[in-house]
Every structure is written in structure tokens, then in C-alpha cells.
């Protein structure tokens, strides 16, 4: 298996772009996560999707941010418009529960705003 | 929702040496896992261990749920260890893993 595939690896971006993340699962897994990373708050979650289906999305900053799984092997993250702030490494993880083998990674999409 | 602390903040060792690296939960957490991010930005999982003792090579793992704790063991250290490490739990029920601020590694050959 080719592991969690996020794309772009890289982003920059003008202030008030509209910008899209996208991941693909590992296949068969039934959890997929959108995790922020930022020097000052560590690893956040933003929202998680069991069976594509959103359960929760409290840690999505705010109305700028959205997130949709159409499919069980794609998932994206837009952000419109965007803002300096939203600059960090975002994370999409994916995992199957029953399996006990915890979270599987993708690569990280690191998004600059100019 | 929980905290989660991480000790010691930062290690440095030389290539050869061993290390314990601590875990704190302010509750009882399920899904317990411990990560690698090696200095790529990558991050590895390690252990999912939510309670008792895993091993994988010079890395081991033990969780005293009871305890509301963790310890990651790297014994015979090498400058590929080097990185942050983090740990991360759910509470029960939950998927929502909450992470560590993480203990960052780094080993001088």
C-alpha cells in the first residue's frame, strides 16, 4: 500500500485565496483526520470522519474552513478565503479501528499565506 | 477535554545511550499511541498501546492505564532516533486523539 498520499506537498498562497488540500486513505481504512500543525499549538485535530460521514468538526477554526469526504478514498480541506494565520503543516491521517494499529500519516501539506 | 504532558521538554544524548521518555494524562485515555516525527516532518507511528508492554527492536513501550501514564523506552540510541516524539490518547469512546507537545530527541553520534 502506498500509505496516506496528501497533495500538494507545498502551497503558497495570497492572502483571501481560496485554497484546497486533498488526501487519499489508506484503503480499507474507516477513520480519516485533518490535523493542523503550528510551532505555537501543536498538533490539533480539525475534524474526523468515520464511514465518510463528518462526527466531529469542533476543531475546525472557523466558517472559512470546510472539509468533505465524497468517497471513502478522498477527502479535502478547503480553506476560503485564506489568511496568514492559517500558515502551518496540515496533516491527513486515516485508520482502521478494529485493527489496533493505531494512525497511519500522510506526508503533510505545508501551506504558506502571503 | 484531556491534557496531555510530555517529559522531558527537550533530551540530548550522545550515539550508544538509552532514554526514557514520559507521558501524563489528566484522565483515563484509550487509543493511546506514540509518534516519531523525524527532522523531514514525518510522522511515524510507533506503538498503539493503550495499556501493558510492546516492543519493536531497541524501541519498547508500557502504559499503566490505572496510573494514567505512558514510558517510550529507545535503548542503544542512533542519530536516526533523532526527532520529536509525541504521544497521543483518546478518551474512552472517542476517536478525537489528543496530542502531547512532544519530547524532542536529539542524539550526537
Known amino acids: 500500500d502506498a500509505g496516506v498520499i496528501q497533495s500538494p506537498r507545498h502551497e503558497v498562497t495570497e492572502m483571501g485565496q481560496e485554497v484546497t488540500l486533498r488526501c487519499k486513505p489508506i484503503?480499507?481504512?474507516?477513520?480519516l483526520f485533518w490535523y493542523r500543525q503550528t510551532m505555537m499549538r501543536g498538533l490539533e485535530l480539525l475534524i474526523y470522519?468515520?464511514?465518510?460521514?463528518?462526527?466531529?468538526d469542533s476543531g475546525m477554526p472557523e466558517d472559512r474552513f470546510s472539509a468533505k469526504m465524497p468517497n471513502a478514498s478522498f477527502s479535502t480541506l478547503k480553506i476560503q478565503p485564506s489568511e496568514p494565520r492559517d500558515s502551518a503543516v496540515y496533516f491527513c491521517?486515516?485508520?482502521?479501528?478494529?485493527?489496533?494499529?493505531?494512525?497511519?500519516f500522510g506526508s503533510g501539506t505545508r501551506l504558506t499565506v502571503v | 477535554g484531556i491534557q496531555v504532558e510530555q517529559s522531558p521538554p527537550d533530551l540530548i544524548l550522545q550515539e550508544g545511550a538509552n532514554s526514557t521518555l514520559r507521558c501524563n494524562f489528566s484522565?483515563?485515555?484509550?487509543?493511546l499511541q506514540w509518534f516519531h516525527q523525524n527532522p523531514w516532518g514525518q510522522l511515524i507511528n510507533l506503538f498503539y498501546?493503550?495499556?501493558g508492554t510492546k516492543q519493536n527492536g531497541r524501541l519498547s513501550a508500557t502504559t499503566v492505564a490505572t496510573e494514567r501514564y505512558s514510558l517510550l523506552y529507545i535503548s542503544s540510541s542512533q542519530t536516526t532516533d533523532s526527532g520529536v516524539y509525541f504521544c497521543?490518547?483518546?478518551?474512552?469512546?472517542?476517536?478525537?486523539?489528543?496530542f502531547g507537545q512532544g519530547t524532542r530527541l536529539t542524539i550526537n553520534p
Open positions: 491521517a486515516s485508520s482502521l479501528l478494529r485493527t489496533g494499529y493505531g494512525y497511519t
Open positions: 484503503s480499507g481504512h474507516d477513520y
Open positions: 470522519f468515520n464511514n465518510n460521514v463528518p462526527i466531529d
Open positions: 484522565d483515563s485515555v484509550n487509543n
Open positions: 498501546i493503550p495499556s
Open positions: 497521543a490518547g483518546a478518551v474512552q469512546g472517542a476517536q478525537k486523539l489528543v
